[in-house]
């Protein structure tokens, strides 16, 4: 087990909604990262957080936005939900001190947009 | 604009065959290059990585083989076998501050008993 939690597992809103997705990291993680990944595509790099502030982004517009707290979990904002939301939302954990800077992912939160 | 190129999109292989994977990738600056694997309904796993200063990697069945100047990689599985059926996604990085990974499209294996 990777020990990185996610929640919901499934989840269905429709389009102009807001979703919110919890990730719990590795013990010792203090890095989390947020992929998408549509049906049959690569993860699609989201955003990541360090230390509770935004640590790079990927090519997502403002409507996606998170959140980490202090014990390293987080949390991936979604607003005005578009059919084109609909995706595996993928969190990872890491440690900024690992040498190979692996990423260690949940089991991810499926999310169908109406 | 995609960074990672990855081919086939899908392989079917016997029992015992070897499934080789190929990626290419357009930006220099990555220097660390890992390969997932992803069960359905799982998330990805890191099978096994290597640096551009090394050409080859071998953990068990799996090698990769990297090609700095074409700017290729591949896996090879060798001996593949029906627990390998699976999805796998290429993967490049700059390591160093926000580490961004970018991949593939990802390969379905079906290994056939």
């Known amino acids: 087990e990777t020990g990185v939690t996610q929640s919901p597992t499934h989840l269905i809103k429709t389009r102009g909604q807001q979703v919110t997705l919890r990730c719990s990291s590795q013990s010792g993680h203090n890095t989390v990262s947020w992929y998408q990944q549509a049906l049959g595509q690569g993860p699609q790099f989201i955003f990541q957080y360090y230390r509770e502030e935004e640590n790079g982004r990927g090519n997502f517009p403002p409507r996606f936005s998170g959140l980490q707290f202090p014990n390293y979990s987080s949390e991936l904002n979604v607003n005005a939900l578009e059919l084109d939301d609909s995706a595996l939302y993928l969190c990872a954990s890491s440690s900024q001190t690992s040498i190979t800077g692996e990423l260690f992912f949940g089991e991810g939160s499926r999310l169908t947009v109406l | 604009q995609q960074q990672v190129k990855q081919s086939p999109q899908s392989l079917i292989v016997q029992k015992g065959g070897i499934s080789i994977i190929n990626c290419a990738y357009e930006?220099?600056?990555?220097?660390?290059f890992p390969w997932y694997q992803q069960f359905p309904g799982k998330g990805p796993a890191l099978l096994i990585a290597i640096r551009p200063d090394v050409s080859e990697k071998k953990e068990g069945r799996f090698t990769i083989s990297f090609n700095k100047s074409a700017k290729q990689f591949s896996l090879h599985i060798m001996d593949s076998q029906p627990g390998d059926s699976a999805t796998y996604f290429c993967a490049a990085v700059v390591q160093g501050g926000s580490e961004k990974l970018v991949f593939g499209k990802g390969m379905k294996l079906t290994v056939n008993p």
């Open positions: 930006n220099t600056a990555f220097d660390y």
